[in-house]
C-alpha cells in the first residue's frame, strides 16, 4: 500500500516504538510502575502465579514476589476492601476484577468506601487505587463476562473511570491511573486485548483525564470509547469509501468527561452519533445527549443519535452480534443523522 | 499433630492464638491441595475398593442401587467428555469439566427427594443428570443459545449460577421458606434444600452470610461444599487456614468432611444431612473433599500452576474405579452389565453431538422478551425499532 493513512490507533511517532497488543501494553505497564515505585501492589484472583486469566499481570509475580503480586481469596469484596486500607497504609493498589461481570460483590465497597473516603476526611485520606476491570462482549462467552457496567461507576461521585482502546494508550493510562491520588476504575477492553499497535514508550500521549479525536471530519462526530472505538473508526473509513466525512472522538475519560473536543467538533460538523456497548437507558451516552444539547445547540443539525447495547439483560452470545453495535448500526445512524 | 481445636482454643501451655498460622503438618492435614482428607474423613469405600464401617454413618446398599449409583456416574463422566470435546470441536463457546467429582455429585443427587430443592453453581452437571435433566438441556448455555433451558420449578434445579456464592444466599432464603411453609417436621411432606458451592466460593461475603441467616432461622439447608482442591489456579490454602468443614462449627451448625470420591460416603452423609434438615435440625455443612481432575473451564490451562504428580496421586482414588471393583468383587455386576452401562453411555454421547450442532439459534427478539413479568413499553419501542432495523437487511447482505 503506498502512502496509507496513518491509523490513529496503532501509529505512534517514530521515536521509541513497540508494537504491542493491548494485553502486552498494559502488562508493560503494570510492571513500568511497579519499577517506578515499591509502593505499587497487584491483587486479585489468580493474577500471581497464573498471571490472570487473561495473563495481563503474567510474569509480575515471578519478578516481583508474592508480596506486590497477591493471588487473593476468592472475595470481590475483599479485594477492593483491603486495597483500601492498603491505600490508607500508604500502598498504591492496583486490584483486578477478573470479568466486569464479578464486580458487583465489591460495589459496596468501591460505592460506600472507595469513593467516599476522601470527602469524608477532608482529604486526609486518599485512596491512590486502581480497580482494573475487563469489560465489553463480543467474546462468545457465558454470563457475567460480557456486559459495559462503566455508568453506575461514572454516576458515583467521588470515583474516576477510564477506558484504553488501544495499546498506546494501555500502556500509558494505566501508569498515569496508577500515579493519580483519586481512585480510577481502569476498564479494559478485553475483545480487544489481543490486538497490536505501536507504543512510544518516552512520553504519554495525552494527559489521562482527556478525550482525543482520532480522526478528523467534517460531515458528523462519532463519539465512542472502548472497544467501540475500533468500531467507530472502521465506519469512518467504511463511511469515507461513500464520500462521507466522519470525526472520531475517543472519551478516553469516562468520568470526568472531557467534552471540549466533542463541543468543537460538533459546532463544525452540527452532527452527533454517540456510539456504546453499554446500555442507553440513564447512562454515559445519555449524559453526553443532554450536555451537547445544551452546548450545542444552535449548531446541531439533527437530534443527538445513539447506537448502543439494548436495555436487556446481555443475551445468550448467538445473539451478541445483534446486541452489540457493529458498523452497519454506526453508518445507519450517520445516515439518519444526515438525513434530518 | 495439635489438633485444629488448640489452634483457635489455645491451652495455657499451647501457642498465642495470634500465632496460629498452621503448621505445615496441619497444612497438609487438609488445606493445601492434598490428596490426603486427613482422620475425620468419612469414607465407606476406599479408593481399592474395600468396604468399610464408620462409627456414625452407614448406608445399606442393594445391589441394585449400587449398579444405578455406577451407571449415572459412568454416564455423567461420558456426558462432560463429550461436552469438553464438542468445545474442542468449536460447538461450543466453553465448557466446565466435572471430570472426578462425579462421586460428590451423584452421591448428593440421589439423596435429594422430590421435593427437595437444589441450588447449583455451574459445574453440577451430576446433580442436574439426578434432578431429571438431560445433558442435552445444559448444552445451550455454553453453546450460547441460552442461559440454561430446564424448568427449576418443575425439577426443583435453579439456573446454574455464575457470580461466586450467590446462590448461597437464595438457598437460605428458599429453605427460609420451606420452614415458614411448615415444611419441616415429622411429616412425609417435610422438604430441605441442597445449596453446591466450590472452596473458592468459601470466602465470599455471600457464603458467610448464607452461613448466618440458615443458621438464625434453623433454616432446613444443606450446604454442599466441594472442595475441588482448586479455585481455577488457587489451592484451598488460599482460602482459608482451616479445614473448610471446621468452619461449621463457628457459625453454630455440623460440619462433616466426606471423601467426595466415594460415592457410598456421599450418599450416606447427603441423607443423614437431608433428613436431619426435614427434621428441623439444620442447617448443616458437608466438605466433599475431591479433585478437579480437569482445567477449571476449556480456558483454562492447568499446567501453568499445578503439578501432573498431583493428578496422578489423584487418579488412582478414582470415584468410579472403586465401585467397579467392589461390585466385581460382590458379584453384583458381570460383564454384560459394564457393557451395557457403556452401550447406554455411548448412546447419551451421540444423542448430545447430534442435539448440539442441530441447536437452532434464537431469534433476535428473544433479546427482548421476558426481561419484565410486565409491560415496559421502552423496551417494547427498542425492540420494534430494531426489528424494523433488523427487518431492513432481510434478503440482503447483512
Redesign the interface.
Known amino acids: 500500500m503506498a502512502a496509507p493513512t496513518m491509523d490513529p490507533l496503532t501509529s505512534a511517532t517514530p521515536a521509541a516504538k513497540q508494537t504491542l497488543t493491548v494485553a502486552k501494553a498494559i502488562n508493560n505497564g503494570l510492571r513500568a510502575a511497579m519499577e517506578a515505585d515499591p509502593k505499587v501492589l497487584v491483587m486479585g ?2 493474577v ?4 490472570g ?1 487473561f495473563r495481563i499481570t503474567d510474569g509480575l509475580q515471578k519478578d516481583f514476589g508474592e508480596q506486590r503480586v497477591l ?5 470481590e ?2 479485594i477492593i476492601g483491603t486495597a483500601v486500607g492498603l491505600a490508607i497504609r500508604g500502598y498504591r493498589p492496583v486490584c483486578e476484577i477478573q470479568f466486569e ?2 464486580i ?2 465489591g460495589f459496596d465497597q468501591i460505592v460506600s468506601q472507595v469513593a467516599k473516603l476522601h470527602f469524608r476526611t477532608q482529604g486526609r485520606i486518599k485512596l491512590p487505587m486502581v480497580i482494573r476491570v475487563p469489560f465489553g462482549g463480543g467474546i ?6 460480557s456486559e459495559s457496567p462503566e455508568s453506575y461507576f461514572a454516576h458515583t461521585a467521588g470515583l474516576k473511570v477510564v477506558a484504553c482502546s488501544n495499546p498506546a494508550d494501555a500502556y500509558w493510562m494505566i501508569q498515569q491511573a496508577i500515579d493519580s491520588d483519586d481512585p480510577v476504575l481502569f476498564f479494559e477492553p478485553k475483545r480487544r486485548y489481543y490486538e497490536k499497535g505501536e507504543v512510544d514508550t518516552t512520553a504519554a500521549p495525552a494527559p489521562l483525564y482527556s478525550s482525543r479525536v482520532l480522526r478528523t471530519g467534517t460531515d458528523a462526530t462519532l463519539v465512542t470509547y472502548g472497544p467501540m472505538v475500533r468500531t467507530s473508526l472502521d465506519a469512518a473509513a467504511a463511511a469515507e469509501e461513500e464520500g462521507r466525512s466522519l470525526e472520531v472522538v475517543d472519551l478516553r475519560s469516562l468520568s470526568p468527561l472531557d467534552l471540549g473536543p466533542v463541543y468543537e467538533s460538533v459546532r463544525r460538523t452540527g452532527r452527533l452519533v454517540v456510539v456504546t456497548e453499554a446500555p442507553s ?1 440513564s447512562s454515559i451516552s445519555s449524559e453526553i445527549a443532554a450536555k451537547v444539547q445544551q452546548e450545542c445547540f444552535y449548531s446541531l443539525e439533527a437530534p443527538v443519535l445513539r447506537v448502543t447495547g ?4 446481555y ?6 452480534e ?2 452489540l453495535p457493529d458498523l ?2 454506526v453508518l ?1 445512524a450517520v445516515d439518519r443523522s444526515l438525513a434530518w | 499433630m495439635s489438633s485444629p481445636e488448640k489452634w483457635t482454643h489455645p491451652g495455657p501451655d499451647g501457642p498465642p492464638a495470634t500465632a496460629a498460622a498452621p503448621t505445615a503438618e496441619q497444612v497438609i492435614a487438609g488445606l493445601k491441595a492434598t490428596d490426603e482428607g486427613g482422620a475425620d474423613l468419612v469414607q465407606l469405600l476406599t479408593p481399592e475398593g474395600e468396604r468399610v464401617q464408620h462409627p456414625d454413618f452407614d448406608i445399606d446398599i442393594s445391589a441394585e442401587e449400587l449398579r444405578g449409583l455406577y451407571r449415572d456416574m459412568v454416564l455423567v463422566r461420558r456426558a462432560d467428555r463429550e461436552a469438553n470435546a464438542l468445545q474442542r470441536k468449536g460447538e461450543l ?2 465448557w466446565v469439566p466435572l471430570l472426578g467429582q462425579e462421586a460428590a455429585q451423584i452421591g448428593a443427587g440421589r439423596a435429594l427427594r422430590p421435593m427437595d430443592m437444589a441450588f447449583p453453581s455451574y459445574r453440577e452437571h451430576g446433580v442436574a443428570w439426578c434432578r431429571g435433566i438431560q445433558p442435552t438441556e445444559i448444552l ?8 440454561g433451558s430446564w424448568d427449576p420449578v418443575e425439577h426443583r434445579f435453579h439456573p446454574y449460577t ?4 450467590n446462590q448461597v444466599l437464595n438457598a437460605a432464603g428458599y429453605a427460609m421458606g420451606q420452614k415458614f411453609d411448615g415444611k419441616v417436621g415429622d411429616d412425609a411432606d417435610s422438604e430441605a434444600t441442597m445449596c453446591f458451592f466450590g472452596d ?2 468459601t ?4 457464603v458467610h452470610e448464607g452461613f448466618v441467616w440458615a443458621a438464625v432461622y434453623d433454616a432446613p439447608l444443606v450446604f454442599f461444599c466441594q472442595n475441588n482442591q482448586w ?4 489451592p484451598t490454602e ?2 482459608s487456614r482451616l479445614p473448610l468443614y471446621q468452619r461449621a462449627r463457628g457459625y453454630g451448625f455440623p460440619g462433616i468432611r466426606v471423601d467426595g470420591n466415594d460415592v457410598l460416603a456421599t450418599l450416606a452423609v447427603s441423607r443423614w444431612a437431608l433428613e436431619e434438615c426435614r427434621q428441623g435440625n439444620g442447617p448443616i455443612l458437608i466438605e466433599a473433599f475431591t479433585y478437579r481432575m480437569d482445567a477449571h473451564t476449556t ?2 490451562d492447568p499446567s ?2 499445578r503439578l501432573s504428580d498431583e493428578l496422578e496421586l489423584w487418579k488412582l482414588k478414582d470415584p468410579i474405579e472403586r465401585v467397579k471393583v467392589y461390585l466385581v468383587k460382590q458379584q453384583w455386576a458381570d460383564h454384560a452389565f459394564f457393557d451395557s452401562v457403556e452401550a447406554d453411555a455411548e448412546q447419551l454421547a451421540i444423542g448430545m453431538r447430534d442435539y448440539c450442532v442441530n441447536l437452532p ?2 431469534p ?1 427478539e ?3 422478551s421476558q ?1 419484565y413479568a410486565e409491560a415496559n413499553p ?2 417494547d419501542a ?2 420494534d425499532e ?1 426489528l424494523a ?2 427487518a431492513g ?1 432481510a434478503g440482503g447482505e ?1
Open positions: 484472583e489468580d500471581g502465579k497464573l498471571g486469566v493471588d487473593t481469596p476468592l472475595s469484596s475483599g461481570g464479578f458487583f460483590p462468545g462467552a457465558v454470563e457475567h463476562h437507558e439494548f436495555d436487556t439483560p443475551p445468550p452470545s448467538k445473539l451478541e445483534d446486541f452497519d448500526r445507519h | 463457546g466453553l445451550g448455555m455454553f453453546r450460547g443459545t441460552d442461559n455464575i457470580v461466586i456464592g473458592g466460593a470466602s465470599q461475603g455471600d479455585a481455577i489456579s488457587e488460599r482460602q480456558s483454562d501453568r500452576y439459534d434464537p433476535a428473544r433479546m427482548f426481561v421502552v423496551l427498542q425492540r430494531f432495523y433488523h437487511f447483512h
